[in-house]
């Protein structure tokens, strides 16, 4: 029986190619093989957390140079340079790098703390601040640089005195990065052996402004020229005083402010430029989703935490303060609504960040995860921007002092297209990567038919199967797993054994998966959701954080999730499982529209939260400030009147 299973499946095992395997394999794994084994592991979940507090010395350097940059664009700006040089001196730009090479390493968590709140205040600086501290030379110098390029690169990049950029995209190769990237050729010149390359990349951050550029390109070598005759995907280091580079032309995303530009021209480097010099020649594919697996974790979950937080509480205070038909507009039930949705998905970014950043700290590097918080957290972020948009309403459109939604406008897509698209990450990556990679037992069975070893496939595949019963079982009987909890955690136990029985369905299906990106999409949404939900019930755990409005995110999470799996199981296509299925179908329970009243009332009125989300952030001279102020005025006073006609001025421009 078991050769017959072997047979079937190596049948509908997809081809998966070179860079495929190596992304694949790219990164570790955290609590998301729980959930893929339907069973949250709570002593790994609830394991002791160390205090990650910014110093007073840091936080002061933070705040006086959000106060010196301002709120406006870094670039274009005549005064990009010295905004550079301040953020190298208070060693901003050096936060991934050795305090032995003079840069200012910080945990994760301290890191995502800055970044944080130089977005909540100033994006266009959070961009510039960012790309040094994540995917770029820095981190691929410290992972994979020999000691020379270590000590000549690294203190210069951690003053500053180098601009970091890291080109890899083209015009011919965004999401596919490595499909029709540049090519370059080894040629021996003067007796010498030099890489002849043509680049032609655009979309670079920093570009316009760097001298230290990593370039990605594939590595060609048809005279075997090389000693280790390697050749593919390289990466390499080269200064903007390279001959032959052009850096001529910079794009504007979308008035972001930030810079971004091209590289191109034809250049001949040495084999020693190589990031890790030779011997990593055609190691660069591999050495970029290393980074990725972690970096894309960090930056970008802060900066949609940053702005989340801002809009969030701005929000929150302008609806107590504007009234419409005599009355406050936070006290119409449509404000209220949505509102109550920024709400709950800026508590699940600023929850799901602190356990992510937890997680990485801990030296765990959860490629699923990482991913998972890179498109979950710019695609709330951008629910929130545009339901505090909607309610700002004329002010949030027109630009003017009082407008703080143009800069956030501005710069939301950015998080959303860049470090894998999100339209890609979620349709195509969560999921499919979450079923070779957390998945318990889904690669190792590939493994085995890759490697014709049936006595191992047996193993694998007999605990596969007693994991999917054993899910049944719990789901039927839920006695002891799923006593003595409260009504949104038990809730959340169910779906997580859902989602495991259902993925090893979907996983039936085989390379179909790769087109079937509507259930892949949605199954990483559940995936994501129950991922969410757990960081909630950690945040609690530790945090003692408000219980009332943990309970509320994470109903909102698991309704969502429980209409995607009865979606799932109704389009499933085989019908002899989908009957298996049936029986996990949730008779979905509808919310008490009255709660939600309730919840506005509790939300406005707690002081504890109010306080977590004000810390975040920096409003000084913002219009949240004003607000704030504004709250503390007597309302019939005439100072109240003044403030308050200055807060809801609209910017007003000569004809
Ligand atoms: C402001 C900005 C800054 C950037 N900074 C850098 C940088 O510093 N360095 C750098 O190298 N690059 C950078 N990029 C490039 C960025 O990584 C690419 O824009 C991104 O990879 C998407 O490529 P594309 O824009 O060509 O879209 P396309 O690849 O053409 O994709 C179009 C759409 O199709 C979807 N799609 C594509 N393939 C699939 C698939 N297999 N399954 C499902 N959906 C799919 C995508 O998600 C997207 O929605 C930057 C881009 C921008 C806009």
Request: glycine share 6%; with cysteine; hydrophobic share 35%.
């Amino acid at each position: 029986m078991y050769k017959f299973i072997f047979n079937k499946i190596k049948k509908i095992i997809p081809k998966i190619s070179e860079t495929e395997i190596i992304a694949l394999k790219s990164g570790g794994t955290s609590i998301d093989r729980y959930i893929f084994e339907g069973k949250m592991n709570y002593k790994q979940l609830f394991s002791p957390i160390k205090k990650n507090i910014l110093s007073k010395n840091t936080e002061n350097e933070l705040n006086s140079l959000l106060k010196l940059t301002g709120e406006n664009n870094v670039y274009p700006n005549n005064k990009i340079n010295d905004i550079m040089k301040e953020l190298g001196n208070r060693g901003f730009l050096s936060m991934i790098i050795d305090k032995k090479y003079g840069g200012n390493r910080m945990s994760i968590e301290l890191q995502s703390q800055i970044l944080s709140k130089i977005s909540s205040y100033n994006p266009s600086l959070a961009v510039v601040t960012m790309v040094p501290n994540s995917l770029g030379p820095a981190e691929l110098l410290q992972h994979y640089g020999t000691d020379d390029q270590k000590k000549y690169f690294l203190p210069k990049l951690s003053t500053g005195e180098f601009i970091p950029c890291f080109g890899l995209t083209g015009p011919n190769n965004g999401s596919d990065a490595v499909g029709e990237i540049d090519e370059g050729v080894v040629e021996k010149i003067n007796n010498k052996i030099k890489i002849k390359i043509s680049l032609n990349k655009r979309y670079i951050t920093l570009a316009p402004i760097s001298n230290l550029i990593g370039i990605a390109f594939k590595l060609k070598d048809p005279e075997n020229l090389l000693k280790n005759n390697k050749k593919g995907i390289t990466v390499a280091l080269i200064q903007n005083s390279q001959p032959g580079l052009l850096l001529e032309t910079y794009h504007n995303p979308n008035n972001a402010g930030f810079p971004n530009g091209t590289i191109k021209g034809n250049i001949i480097i040495d084999p020693e430029q190589v990031i890790g010099g030779e011997k990593n020649i055609g190691e660069g594919w591999k050495m970029l989703m290393e980074c990725l697996a972690v970096g894309r974790g960090v930056s970008l979950p802060a900066t949609a935490n940053g702005s989340s937080k801002f809009i969030t509480q701005t929000i929150k205070y302008y609806i107590n303060s504007r009234k419409q038909f005599n009355m406050y507009i936070g006290d119409m039930e449509s404000v209220k609504e949505k509102f109550i949705d920024m709400y709950i998905n800026t508590w699940i970014i600023h929850t799901s960040v602190k356990l992510t950043n937890n997680i990485l700290d801990s030296g765990k590097t959860p490629s699923v995860i990482t991913a998972i918080m890179k498109q979950q957290t710019t695609e709330r972020a951008r629910t929130i921007l545009n339901n505090g948009m909607d309610i700002y309403a004329g002010s949030g459109i027109c630009v003017g002092e009082n407008n703080f939604f143009t800069k956030f406008y501005n710069a939301s897509p950015v998080g959303i297209t860049v470090e894998g698209s999100n339209t890609l990450t979620r349709g195509l990556i969560i999921f499919g990567q979450g079923l070779n990679k957390s998945h318990p037992y889904i690669f190792p069975l590939f493994e085995n038919i890759q490697e014709n070893n049936l006595y191992e496939f047996k193993k694998n595949f007999n605990n596969l199967i007693k994991n999917i019963i054993n899910n049944y079982l719990c789901l039927i009987n839920p006695i002891p797993n799923l006593i003595n909890k409260n009504k949104s955690q038990h809730r959340l136990e169910k779906n997580t054994l859902k989602f495991s029985i259902l993925s090893n369905f979907v996983a039936i299906l085989g390379g179909k998966i790769k087109q079937k990106q509507m259930i892949s999409g949605n199954m990483a949404d559940i995936l994501s959701n129950i991922y969410l939900a757990y960081s909630l019930i950690w945040h609690h755990h530790h945090f003692k954080s408000n219980n009332i409005l943990k309970e509320e995110c994470i109903e909102y999470l698991m309704q969502d999730a429980e209409y995607k799996i009865n979606l799932i199981i109704s389009n499933y296509p085989i019908p002899f499982f989908k009957l298996l299925l049936y029986p996990i179908k949730t008779n979905i329970k509808y919310k008490n529209l009255e709660d939600k009243n309730k919840l506005y009332t509790f939300i406005i009125n707690n002081e504890e939260l109010n306080e977590i989300l004000n810390n975040d952030i920096f409003y000084k001279g913002t219009v949240l400030e004003k607000l704030i102020n504004l709250s503390k005025l007597d309302k019939s006073s005439k100072d109240y009147k003044l403030l308050y006609e200055d807060i809801i001025k609209v910017g007003e421009y000569k004809l």
